[in-house]
C-alpha cells in the first residue's frame, strides 16, 4: 500500500468521518448539517524524535511519508528501539457498527426525533429559552504501520442533547439532558424522562439558596463520581506525566496506598458508550486498566512511549481527537467501581451534608474542582431544600481516603456535547462513572 | 440568490516538548472551505475539507432544500484585505536589517523570521531556548507545546464582498513541574506574539520561575505594607477575560431577546465602575482574530462597546438575533467552518485604563495569578475559585510563590467598586493584565 522507508517506524492513520448536525431553537430549525471528512496523519520516528504530517489531502500520503524521511535521521536498528519493539501488531477488521451506520438513516428521520423532543421544551410555558441538539457520528479508522499493523474499526453514537434556561428572580438555570446511544432506534421514547427532570429543575430553581460555605460530608451523584475519578486521579494515571521525573516514579510506583480499601478506579476502551475504542490511534487493542485497586495504586494510561519508557505493558490510550493531532495519553471510559450500600444508606448516615446530584464542570490538580449544578442539603439524615454552590474542593490525595461509602447502584455516563480537553486537544470523547460515593472533609463555597 | 465562499487555512508547525526536549515535530495544512448560497429567507450551506470545487456549490444549492431560515440579508458590497502575517514577516526583516531601528521598535531587535515553510530555524530556535531555560532551571521540567501558525480566513460572494484576513502567531505553552513536585504540573509559562524576540521571553521567563522557586506566604490585607481600602481585599492580577465569562453568558442577545439574561431589564443603567468598559475585539491588539466574523459583518474602529464607562450599552448579537430582536450587529457569528454562522462568545476584551500594570498596582503588593481553573459564578453572579500557582508582585516584579489559595467576588464587585483596571502594558504572556480587588483566603 505505501512504500515505508527502511531506517523508521512509520504509520498511517486515514479518518472518515460522517456527522449529522441539527439544531432547534425556540422551535426554529438553526442547523442541519451531514458532513463527511476524510484525513490521514502520518507519523514517523526515527529513535529519537517523532515527525508528524497531517493532512486534507490522501492522495499526497506517499510524498508527506517521503518529505518526514527527509527530516529525520536513519536509524539502523529502529526494530530494536524500546518503543517499536513494544508496538501491537494487530490485523483485523472491527466494524461493529456496520449493519447499524448512522450514516445511512435519512436526514428526515433524524430531524423528526429531534423535533419530538422540541415539543416537550415547547409544551413547557416555564421555559422561556431552550434548544434541542441531535447530533450523530460515525467514525472509521484505518490504521497501518511498518511493523505490520492493520487494523480497521468504527464507533458510533447518536444522542439528543436538550438544554433549557428557567429564571426565578431574573436569575437563570441552565438544565439539561444526554440521550447518548448507540443506534439510532434507541433514541426514541424517553420523553418522560426530559419531562421529569425539567418538572425536578423547575422545583430546585424554585427552591434553591445560596449555601453557608464551610466544610462538608458530600454524596456525589455516579455522574459526579465518574467526574471526580476522572479529573481527580484519572489525569494523574497518564504516564506521559511521568515520563523523564524520577521523583514522580518515586511517588507514584505502583503498590502505594492512595486511597480508603474500599476504593477501585478502572479505565477501560472496551465499554459501549462515549469511551468506546476497540483500538488506540497507534493500533494497540484496548485493555481493562485498574488504576486503583482496593485503594492501592495498581496501574496507569500508556502510549507505546510512555510504556517503553516505565518498562509498563500497553493499555491502548493512545487517542487523539482527530486526524489533525498525534496521539497522547488520554482516558478512555474511567470510572469507580459499585460497592454495597444503597443511597439511601449513604445518605442516612450524614447529620449534615451536601448531595450533589449533577455539575457543570470539573478540573484536577493537586487541588480538585467541581462546580455543582444541582445540591441539595441533608439533614439528619435526609434530603433537604436545594442549594446553590460555586465550587466544591478538596486536596485530591487526601479526599482518595476519605471515601467512606459506595453505592451499588452504579451508571457508566456518556455525554453527547464537548468532551476532555488536554494540552491543545479538545474535545475528545470519555466516558465516566460510578456509583454514589460518600466523602468526608469537602470545602464548599 | 447570493452566493459566498467561506475558507479558513491553517498551517502550523507544532512542537510537542517532553522532559525539555522536542519529542515531535508536526506539520499541519488544513483547510476547510464551505460554499453557502441565500435564497427568499433560507440559507444552503456545504463544507469539505479542501479546496472548494463547483460540486460543494451545488450542494449549498441542493441544501436550500432543508429550510433553515435565515432572514439577514448576505453582506454586500465589503471589499477589505489585512494581511498580518505578511506585515509580521515584512517587520521581522526590516529590524534584523536595521539595527539603528526606532526604540519603540528595540523590543523586535534579534526577532527571527520563521515561516511554516522552513521548520529548521523555528526548531533551532525552540531547541536553544529550551537549553538555555533547562541549563538555568535543573530543578524545573518543562513540556507540552511551542508553536508557530499562518492562518487565514477569507469570505467572498457574488454581492461584491471580498474580505481577507491573515495573521502569524508564535506561542509559547510551557508546563512547569519541579523535580520534587508530585503534580502533573506545577505553572504555566506562557508567551503569544506575532514575532518571538528570545531576549524578551528570556527576560520573562526568568522572571517567572525565579519567583517559582521562592515560596513565601500571602501578604496580609491588614499589614502596614499592604493597605486595602476594601477591608480583606488583595489586587488580584489576571488575564482580562479570566473573570469575564459571567458577562459573556448573560451578555447574548439570545439571552437578552428571550428574557433570560442576569442583565434583564438593565440596558442604558450604570451597572459597574465607569472606568470599566467591555467591548467586541476586532483589532490586530487580538492576536489572530480577523477583523470581519463569519457572517462577513465588521466593526467601526474594529470595536463595539457592550459596555462603556460603567453602562451596560447592548448585548452582542449575529446578523439573525439583530434583525429577529432589533439590537445593533455586533460582528459576532462565528462557529464552526460549514455551519451556519451563529452569534458566539468569542473575541471580547476589557479596555485599558491607560496605565500600566505597575502603576495600578502602585505601592501595594499584587497578587500574579499564574494557573486558575476550576471555579465557577452561581447564577446570582457570585464567583469563587482556587488558585493552584500565584505570585507576588512587588515593586514592578514577580518576587515569589505564594501557597494555594481562594479567591472570591461578586460580578457587581468584580467589575464595580473593586475594579483596578486594565494595564496599557503587555506586561506577561504577551497580554495586557486585569488588576481587581479582591476577597483572597
Given at each position: 500500500?505505501?512504500?515505508?522507508?527502511?531506517?523508521?517506524?512509520?504509520?498511517?492513520?486515514?479518518?472518515?468521518?460522517?456527522?449529522?448536525?441539527?439544531?432547534?431553537?425556540?422551535?426554529?430549525?438553526?442547523?442541519?448539517?451531514?458532513?463527511?471528512?476524510?484525513?490521514?496523519?502520518?507519523?514517523?520516528?526515527?529513535?529519537?524524535?517523532?515527525?508528524?504530517?497531517?493532512?486534507?489531502?490522501?492522495?499526497?500520503?506517499?510524498?508527506?511519508?517521503?518529505?518526514?524521511?527527509?527530516?529525520?535521521?536513519?536509524?539502523?536498528?529502529?526494530?530494536?528501539?524500546?518503543?517499536?519493539?513494544?508496538?501491537?501488531?494487530?490485523?483485523?477488521?472491527?466494524?461493529?457498527?456496520?449493519?447499524?451506520?448512522?450514516?445511512?438513516?435519512?436526514?428526515?428521520?433524524?430531524?423528526?426525533?429531534?423535533?419530538?423532543?422540541?415539543?416537550?421544551?415547547?409544551?413547557?410555558?416555564?421555559?422561556?429559552?431552550?434548544?434541542?441538539?441531535?447530533?450523530?457520528?460515525?467514525?472509521?479508522?484505518?490504521?497501518?504501520?511498518?511493523?505490520?499493523?492493520?487494523?480497521?474499526?468504527?464507533?458510533?453514537?447518536?444522542?439528543?442533547?436538550?438544554?433549557?434556561?428557567?429564571?426565578?428572580?431574573?436569575?437563570?438555570?441552565?438544565?439539561?439532558?444526554?440521550?447518548?446511544?448507540?443506534?439510532?432506534?434507541?433514541?426514541?421514547?424517553?420523553?418522560?424522562?426530559?419531562?421529569?427532570?425539567?418538572?425536578?429543575?423547575?422545583?430546585?430553581?424554585?427552591?434553591?439558596?445560596?449555601?453557608?460555605?464551610?466544610?462538608?460530608?458530600?454524596?456525589?451523584?455516579?455522574?459526579?463520581?465518574?467526574?471526580?475519578?476522572?479529573?481527580?486521579?484519572?489525569?494523574?494515571?497518564?504516564?506521559?506525566?511521568?515520563?523523564?521525573?524520577?521523583?514522580?516514579?518515586?511517588?507514584?510506583?505502583?503498590?502505594?496506598?492512595?486511597?480508603?480499601?474500599?476504593?477501585?478506579?478502572?479505565?477501560?476502551?472496551?465499554?459501549?458508550?462515549?469511551?468506546?475504542?476497540?483500538?488506540?490511534d497507534e493500533g494497540t487493542r484496548a485493555k481493562k486498566?485498574?488504576?486503583?485497586?482496593?485503594?492501592?495504586?495498581?496501574?496507569?494510561?500508556?502510549?507505546?512511549?510512555?510504556?517503553?519508557?516505565?518498562?509498563?505493558?500497553?493499555?491502548?490510550?493512545?487517542?487523539?481527537?482527530?486526524?489533525?493531532?498525534?496521539?497522547?495519553?488520554?482516558?478512555?471510559?474511567?470510572?469507580?467501581?459499585?460497592?454495597?450500600?444503597?443511597?439511601?444508606?449513604?445518605?442516612?448516615?450524614?447529620?449534615?451534608?451536601?448531595?450533589?446530584?449533577?455539575?457543570?464542570?470539573?478540573?484536577?490538580?493537586?487541588?480538585?474542582?467541581?462546580?455543582?449544578?444541582?445540591?441539595?442539603?441533608?439533614?439528619?439524615?435526609?434530603?433537604?431544600?436545594?442549594?446553590?454552590?460555586?465550587?466544591?474542593?478538596?486536596?485530591?490525595?487526601?479526599?482518595?481516603?476519605?471515601?467512606?461509602?459506595?453505592?451499588a447502584e452504579f451508571e457508566l455516563c456518556s455525554f453527547?456535547?464537548?468532551?476532555?480537553?488536554?494540552?491543545?486537544?479538545?474535545?475528545?470523547?470519555?466516558?465516566?462513572?460510578?456509583?454514589?460515593?460518600?466523602?468526608n472533609h469537602l470545602t464548599v463555597q | 440568490m447570493i452566493?459566498?465562499?467561506?475558507?479558513?487555512?491553517?498551517?502550523?508547525?507544532?512542537?510537542?516538548?517532553?522532559?525539555?526536549?522536542?519529542?515531535?515535530?508536526?506539520?499541519?495544512?488544513?483547510?476547510?472551505?464551505?460554499?453557502?448560497?441565500?435564497?427568499?429567507?433560507?440559507?444552503?450551506?456545504?463544507?469539505?475539507?479542501?479546496?472548494?470545487?463547483?460540486?460543494?456549490?451545488?450542494?449549498?444549492?441542493?441544501?436550500?432544500?432543508?429550510?433553515?431560515?435565515?432572514?439577514?440579508?448576505?453582506?454586500?458590497?465589503?471589499?477589505?484585505?489585512?494581511?498580518?502575517?505578511?506585515?509580521?514577516?515584512?517587520?521581522?526583516?526590516?529590524?534584523?536589517?536595521?539595527?539603528?531601528?526606532?526604540?519603540?521598535?528595540?523590543?523586535?531587535?534579534?526577532?527571527?523570521?520563521?515561516?511554516?515553510?522552513?521548520?529548521?530555524?523555528?526548531?533551532?530556535?525552540?531547541?536553544?531556548?529550551?537549553?538555555?531555560?533547562?541549563?538555568?532551571?535543573?530543578?524545573?521540567?518543562?513540556?507540552?507545546?511551542?508553536?508557530?501558525?499562518?492562518?487565514?480566513?477569507?469570505?467572498?460572494?457574488?454581492?461584491?464582498?471580498?474580505?481577507?484576513?491573515?495573521?502569524?502567531?508564535?506561542?509559547?505553552?510551557?508546563?512547569?513541574?519541579?523535580?520534587?513536585?508530585?503534580?502533573?504540573?506545577?505553572?504555566?509559562?506562557?508567551?503569544?506574539?506575532?514575532?518571538?524576540?528570545?531576549?524578551?521571553?528570556?527576560?520573562?521567563?526568568?522572571?517567572?520561575?525565579?519567583?517559582?522557586?521562592?515560596?513565601?506566604?500571602?501578604?496580609?490585607?491588614?499589614?502596614?505594607?499592604?493597605?486595602?481600602?476594601?477591608?480583606?481585599?488583595?489586587?488580584?492580577?489576571?488575564?482580562?477575560?479570566?473573570?469575564?465569562?459571567?458577562?459573556?453568558?448573560?451578555?447574548?442577545?439570545?439571552?437578552?431577546?428571550?428574557?433570560?439574561?442576569?442583565?434583564?431589564?438593565?440596558?442604558?443603567?450604570?451597572?459597574?465602575?465607569?472606568?470599566?468598559?467591555?467591548?467586541?475585539?476586532?483589532?490586530?491588539?487580538?492576536?489572530?482574530?480577523?477583523?470581519?466574523?463569519?457572517?462577513?459583518?465588521?466593526?467601526?474602529?474594529?470595536?463595539?462597546?457592550?459596555?462603556?464607562?460603567?453602562?451596560?450599552?447592548?448585548?452582542?448579537?449575529?446578523?439573525?438575533?439583530?434583525?429577529?430582536?432589533?439590537?445593533?450587529?455586533?460582528?459576532?457569528?462565528?462557529?464552526?467552518?460549514?455551519?451556519?454562522?451563529?452569534?458566539?462568545?468569542?473575541?471580547?476584551?476589557?479596555?485599558?485604563?491607560?496605565?500600566?500594570?505597575?502603576?495600578?498596582?502602585?505601592?501595594?503588593?499584587?497578587?500574579?495569578?499564574?494557573?486558575?481553573?476550576?471555579?465557577?459564578?452561581?447564577?446570582?453572579?457570585?464567583?469563587?475559585?482556587?488558585?493552584?500557582?500565584?505570585?507576588?508582585?512587588?515593586?514592578?516584579?514577580?518576587?515569589?510563590?505564594?501557597?494555594?489559595?481562594?479567591?472570591?467576588?461578586?460580578?457587581?464587585?468584580?467589575?464595580?467598586?473593586?475594579?483596578?483596571?486594565?494595564?496599557?502594558?503587555?506586561?506577561?504572556?504577551?497580554?495586557?493584565?486585569?488588576?481587581?480587588?479582591?476577597?483572597?483566603?
Amino acid at each position: 500500500m505505501y512504500q515505508f522507508p527502511e531506517g523508521f517506524y512509520t504509520d498511517v492513520r486515514e479518518e472518515t468521518v460522517h456527522a449529522t448536525t441539527i439544531t432547534i431553537e425556540n422551535g426554529v430549525l438553526k442547523e442541519n448539517k451531514t458532513k463527511k471528512e476524510q484525513g490521514v496523519i502520518i507519523r514517523l520516528y526515527d529513535g529519537r524524535r517523532w515527525y508528524i504530517s497531517s493532512t486534507t489531502e490522501p492522495d499526497k500520503v506517499q510524498q508527506e511519508i517521503d518529505s518526514l524521511a527527509g527530516m529525520a535521521v536513519f536509524c539502523p536498528n529502529i526494530e530494536d528501539d524500546p518503543v517499536v519493539k513494544k508496538y501491537e501488531v494487530n490485523q483485523e477488521v472491527q466494524l461493529r457498527y456496520k449493519d447499524c451506520d448512522v450514516s445511512l438513516v435519512p436526514n428526515a428521520r433524524k430531524l423528526a426525533v429531534a423535533e419530538q423532543y422540541a415539543d416537550c421544551l415547547k409544551a413547557c410555558e416555564k421555559i422561556p429559552r431552550w434548544k434541542v441538539y441531535y447530533v450523530d457520528n460515525h467514525t472509521r479508522k484505518h490504521i497501518v504501520s511498518s511493523k505490520g499493523c492493520d487494523v480497521t474499526f468504527d464507533t458510533q453514537n447518536c444522542c439528543v442533547a436538550p438544554r433549557y434556561v428557567l429564571m426565578k428572580d431574573e436569575k437563570p438555570f441552565y438544565g439539561r439532558k444526554d440521550i447518548y446511544r448507540m443506534k439510532f432506534e434507541e433514541l426514541k421514547g424517553h420523553e418522560k424522562e426530559l419531562e421529569e427532570l425539567i418538572r425536578e429543575d423547575l422545583a430546585y430553581n424554585e427552591n434553591a439558596v445560596p449555601v453557608e460555605p464551610g466544610e462538608y460530608t458530600c454524596i456525589f451523584s455516579p455522574a459526579v463520581t465518574g467526574v471526580f475519578a476522572h479529573e481527580s486521579f484519572g489525569h494523574k494515571s497518564e504516564a506521559d506525566f511521568m515520563v523523564g521525573d524520577e521523583n514522580m516514579k518515586r511517588e507514584w510506583a505502583i503498590g502505594t496506598r492512595v486511597g480508603a480499601e474500599l476504593l477501585n478506579i478502572v479505565d477501560t476502551g472496551m465499554e459501549e458508550g462515549s469511551g468506546y475504542v476497540p483500538f488506540d490511534d497507534e493500533g494497540t487493542r484496548a485493555k481493562k486498566t485498574y488504576l486503583i485497586r482496593d485503594g492501592i495504586l495498581s496501574g496507569r494510561l500508556h502510549s507505546a512511549m510512555t510504556a517503553a519508557a516505565l518498562n509498563e505493558e500497553l493499555t491502548g490510550n493512545a487517542r487523539a481527537v482527530s486526524f489533525q493531532f498525534e496521539p497522547i495519553v488520554r482516558m478512555t471510559a474511567t470510572y469507580v467501581e459499585p460497592g454495597k450500600s444503597t443511597k439511601e444508606e449513604l445518605i442516612a448516615g450524614v447529620e449534615k451534608g451536601i448531595y450533589i446530584s449533577d455539575y457543570n464542570h470539573g478540573s484536577g490538580m493537586s487541588t480538585f474542582t467541581i462546580a455543582p449544578n444541582k445540591a441539595y442539603m441533608i439533614r439528619d439524615g435526609h434530603l433537604a431544600e436545594p442549594v446553590k454552590i460555586s465550587v466544591i474542593t478538596g486536596n485530591v490525595m487526601h479526599t482518595l481516603h476519605e471515601i467512606d461509602g459506595l453505592s451499588a447502584e452504579f451508571e457508566l455516563c456518556s455525554f453527547a456535547l464537548g468532551g476532555c480537553g488536554k494540552m491543545e486537544q479538545f474535545p475528545l470523547r470519555v466516558g465516566m462513572g460510578g456509583p454514589y460515593m460518600r466523602v468526608n472533609h469537602l470545602t464548599v463555597q | 440568490m447570493i452566493k459566498e465562499k467561506y475558507i479558513l487555512k491553517n498551517r502550523e508547525i507544532n512542537l510537542s516538548i517532553s522532559g525539555g526536549e522536542i519529542s515531535s515535530v508536526i506539520k499541519k495544512d488544513i483547510t476547510q472551505s464551505a460554499c453557502r448560497v441565500y435564497d427568499q429567507g433560507f440559507i444552503g450551506v456545504a463544507g469539505k475539507l479542501g479546496e472548494a470545487d463547483p460540486e460543494l456549490m451545488e450542494q449549498a444549492v441542493e441544501n436550500l432544500k432543508l429550510q433553515i431560515p435565515y432572514e439577514a440579508q448576505a453582506t454586500a458590497g465589503k471589499v477589505r484585505r489585512e494581511d498580518l502575517a505578511a506585515q509580521a514577516m515584512d517587520t521581522d526583516r526590516l529590524l534584523a536589517e536595521n539595527p539603528d531601528a526606532p526604540t519603540s521598535a528595540a523590543e523586535n531587535l534579534n526577532t527571527q523570521s520563521f515561516t511554516v515553510e522552513n521548520p529548521q530555524s523555528f526548531l533551532k530556535e525552540v531547541q536553544e531556548v529550551l537549553e538555555i531555560l533547562k541549563k538555568e532551571y535543573p530543578q524545573l521540567i518543562f513540556g507540552n507545546k511551542v508553536r508557530l501558525s499562518q492562518l487565514s480566513r477569507h469570505l467572498c460572494n457574488d454581492a461584491g464582498t471580498d474580505l481577507f484576513f491573515s495573521d502569524r502567531l508564535v506561542s509559547w505553552e510551557l508546563l512547569v513541574k519541579h523535580t520534587q513536585s508530585i503534580n502533573v504540573f506545577d505553572d504555566f509559562l506562557a508567551c503569544a506574539v506575532r514575532s518571538f524576540n528570545r531576549q524578551a521571553f528570556l527576560k520573562e521567563a526568568r522572571e517567572h520561575l525565579d519567583a517559582f522557586l521562592n515560596p513565601i506566604s500571602l501578604p496580609d490585607p491588614d499589614s502596614s505594607q499592604t493597605p486595602s481600602p476594601k477591608g480583606r481585599l488583595l489586587p488580584v492580577i489576571l488575564s482580562p477575560m479570566a473573570l469575564g465569562g459571567f458577562l459573556v453568558e448573560n451578555l447574548d442577545a439570545l439571552a437578552f431577546g428571550h428574557g433570560t439574561s442576569f442583565f434583564n431589564g438593565k440596558l442604558g443603567q450604570k451597572l459597574f465602575d465607569e472606568k470599566f468598559s467591555f467591548y467586541v475585539d476586532r483589532s490586530s491588539d487580538s492576536l489572530g482574530t480577523a477583523f470581519f466574523d463569519a457572517e462577513g459583518s465588521t466593526c467601526e474602529n474594529d470595536r463595539n462597546y457592550l459596555i462603556k464607562d460603567g453602562v451596560l450599552q447592548k448585548p452582542f448579537a449575529d446578523k439573525k438575533l439583530a434583525k429577529e430582536f432589533g439590537y445593533e450587529n455586533t460582528a459576532t457569528a462565528d462557529g464552526a467552518y460549514d455551519s451556519v454562522p451563529s452569534n458566539t462568545d468569542t473575541c471580547f476584551t476589557v479596555e485599558s485604563s491607560g496605565r500600566t500594570l505597575r502603576e495600578l498596582i502602585g505601592e501595594r503588593d499584587g497578587i500574579y495569578i499564574s494557573v486558575m481553573s476550576g471555579g465557577d459564578f452561581t447564577s446570582e453572579g457570585n464567583f469563587a475559585s482556587p488558585v493552584q500557582t500565584a505570585f507576588l508582585y512587588r515593586g514592578g516584579k514577580l518576587v515569589g510563590r505564594l501557597p494555594e489559595f481562594h479567591i472570591s467576588g461578586n460580578i457587581y464587585d468584580i467589575f464595580g467598586a473593586n475594579f483596578v483596571g486594565v494595564s496599557c502594558d503587555k506586561a506577561y504572556e504577551g497580554e495586557f493584565k486585569l488588576v481587581v480587588n479582591m476577597k483572597v483566603g
